[in-house]
């Protein structure tokens, strides 16, 4: 039984990383999101609440009494100890959560050829050496702002430089285009791993 090939796409914020892997899965990879696993784990772990609230304070709760990912992120842009902490809490859990998704995968008849993962941060935490092949997704700071209707706050100082990211990447992609041109790279790519024709 062959594994499949395990892709990381990484990039800036906004850059398109979710689109990508959107793509990604609409030509038969299997994937999941590193994002959407934290916003479980703040949603529903009690054990990573307990912790956020004794190091962070209360005011980080919603109204729901669960953490609240805008106020978290208000504190943790601004103070490069309490995102290390947060960090420190949450990457173990996800990474922990995404070997079990992987392995599970190994076990699907027939299993996927590509499986895909949006990895934020893959360069700065180490991450790489857990992918065969790592997806660089970049755009313009101005554009990626307008996209996301939304300044960026602090979170690119936390990143290393998109240039150093696509020095060490497999495949790199400049988002500046329409969704079909994204989509067109990621046929590509995806054509390339599995050997097919696009
Ligand atoms: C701070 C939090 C609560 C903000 O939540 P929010 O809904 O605003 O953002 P979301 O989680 O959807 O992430 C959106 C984007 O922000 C950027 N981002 C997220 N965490 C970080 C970080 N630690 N450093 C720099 N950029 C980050 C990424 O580009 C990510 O794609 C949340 O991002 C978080 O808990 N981050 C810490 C965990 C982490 O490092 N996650 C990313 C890799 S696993
Ligand atoms: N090629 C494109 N053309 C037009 N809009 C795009 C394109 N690619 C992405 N977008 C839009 O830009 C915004 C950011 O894209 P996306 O959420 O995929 O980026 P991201 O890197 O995952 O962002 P984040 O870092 O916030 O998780 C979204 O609103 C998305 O719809």
């Not at 895909?116 to 313009?140: H, N, Q, W």
Request: glycine content about 6%.
């Amino acid at each position: 039984m062959s594994r499949p090939v395990a892709v990381a796409i990484t990039g800036g914020i906004g850059a398109g990383k979710s689109s990508a892997l959107a793509a990604f899965r609409a030509h038969g990879a299997a994937t999941v999101s590193s994002d959407e696993i934290v916003h479980h784990l703040l949603a529903r772990d009690d054990d990573v609440k307990t912790a956020l609230v004794r190091r962070l304070g209360e005011s980080i709760l919603g109204e729901d009494g669960r953490p609240d990912r805008a106020r978290i992120a208000r504190v943790v842009f601004d103070d490069a100890e309490a995102l290390a902490f947060l960090e420190a809490l949450l990457h173990p859990l996800v990474s922990r959560e995404y070997l079990q998704w992987r392995e599970q995968l190994a076990t699907v008849e027939p299993a996927p050829k590509v499986c895909v993962t949006e990895v934020p941060l893959l360069y700065e935490s180490g991450g790489e050496a857990r992918f065969d092949k790592v997806v660089v997704i970049t755009a313009p700071r101005k554009l990626r702002e307008q996209r996301r209707h939304a300044p960026l706050d602090n979170r690119d100082a936390r990143l290393i430089d998109d240039r150093e990211k696509v020095k060490r990447a497999d495949f790199h992609y400049v988002n500046t285009g329409t969704f079909e041109d994204l989509d067109a790279f990621v046929a590509g790519v995806m054509a390339e791993l599995t050997n097919d024709d696009p």
